[in-house]
């Protein structure tokens, strides 16, 4: 062979010695092209990143162990994947990084971590080698002297610098902005696997994914942000539309005055259709088919033998009692329950204080209710998921307490989450 000629061995161009630059190169160009490929796709936000774990980073992963990669190198890959990301509007350019890289159940997006990988492929090949007691491995772990990035020779190898899943997550709740949801999600009153089962799911569109993670992110362009973050020159940080207090994220999610009679509104009466529809089918009170929650129109009065169910409707008692219209009221006639249900979708901050509230609430119509209906129990369900799907540990047994499936969360904190990304989304192209 000529010395400027190569051929292929395990799928990598040699001759005498290895071009790693070159290779490397080779190697970041087809990586690219894959995850651009796969950017451009209509996949739903989990398929995608299990596409990029599964069909683009082998490309990568195939040559450690081969191919020497510094700290910078694979440093520019990490950056690769955030900027392409970022590119496709896939991720918003100021989230979290850390959350990238966690896993899907724990708030993360659960895209490879290529630090990760590396130590990963390094350590299994030279516990490989170390324990296979031939001839021929033994005469290659002991020749191998930094001759590859195995370093089989030493007994214990420096690894590359990688970050565990607890200090990636120590990380990000250090952060000022970043750390806000983390802390709150670590409250122990707060379902940490029902909050992010809209995650774990991913039914949703990447776009959509990368837009809520930057409202639980505080990165979200608002005026308080482009002024006391970002150090725009702007006159003022009250808000656009009421122009009664300060722009941020938690007021244009759920505290705008404006918006409280339409869109969050909407967002309410999404979720609560949900739990009507299911309560509806399950007691045999309508028999059509189910219909996505957006069209179903709830009857205000639903009745049959065993089951009478209100929705949004007054109820009087003997007693005067201020709070007495609930979102939903299920009657059990044969077993002389009553199921006063009340739906909620507050900031993140409010989730366990809006659930109590409920309960205070309608305590006063649930002892009427008991008296004047002669009811056996009345039960006061109070269904709370905050505007970006946080949802306390009570509400699986609230579920219980209505004898409704988990799924039924699943659509509610989907519906929730759809619906505040339109109302920040709309409120943000208003004319400033």
Known sequence: MAPEETYKYLGFEQNTNINHSRL????????????????????????????????????????????????TDIDELNRLNRTQLTRYRKLHPNSCIERITISRPEGGRGLVDFHTLYNSEIDN?????????????????????????????????????????????????????????????????????????????????????????????????????????????????TCRKCHQTTEN????????????????????????????????????????????????????????????????RTIYTDKTVTSNRPDITLIDKVAKQTYIIDIAVPNDVNVIKKEQEKVTKYTPLAIELKEVWRQEVVNIVPLVISVTGITSKNFTRHLKTLDLNTYTHTNMQKAIILKTSSIVRKFLHQIQ
């Open 24 to 71: 490397k190169q080779q190697l970041k160009d087809k990586y690219k092209h894959r995850l651009t490929l796969l950017l451009k796709s209509k996949l739903n936000s989990k398929n995608l990143f299990k596409a990029i774990n599964t069909y683009a980073a082998p490309v990568i992963g195939y040559s450690f162990g081969i191919i020497r990669w510094s700290h």
């Open 125 to 237: 090949l030279r516990q490989y080698f170390h324990s296979k007691d031939t001839p021929l491995h033994r005469t290659i772990t002991k020749a191998d002297r930094r001759y590859t990035p195995l370093n089989l020779h030493e007994e214990h190898a420096q690894l590359e610098r990688s970050h565990t899943i607890t200090q990636k997550k120590e990380e990000w709740s250090r952060k000022t902005l970043h750390g806000k949801h983390y802390n709150i999600v670590q409250n122990p009153y707060i379902d940490q696997e029902l909050t992010y089962k809209w995650l774990t799911m991913g039914q949703i569109y990447p776009e959509t994914e990368g837009f809520i993670l930057a409202i639980q992110d505080n990165v979200i362009a608002t005026r308080n942000y482009r002024k006391f973050i970002i150090k725009e020159a702007i006159e003022s940080d």
């Open 249 to 312: 994220i938690d007021h244009i999610t759920g505290s705008c005055k404006l918006l409280a009679g339409t869109d969050y509104t909407e967002r309410h009466n999404a979720a609560a259709k949900i739990i009507h529809q299911e309560l509806a089918h399950k007691h045999n009170l309508i028999q059509t088919k189910r219909v996505p929650y957006y069209t179903y129109l709830p009857d205000n009065v639903l009745e049959n033998e065993t089951h009478r169910l209100y929705w949004d």
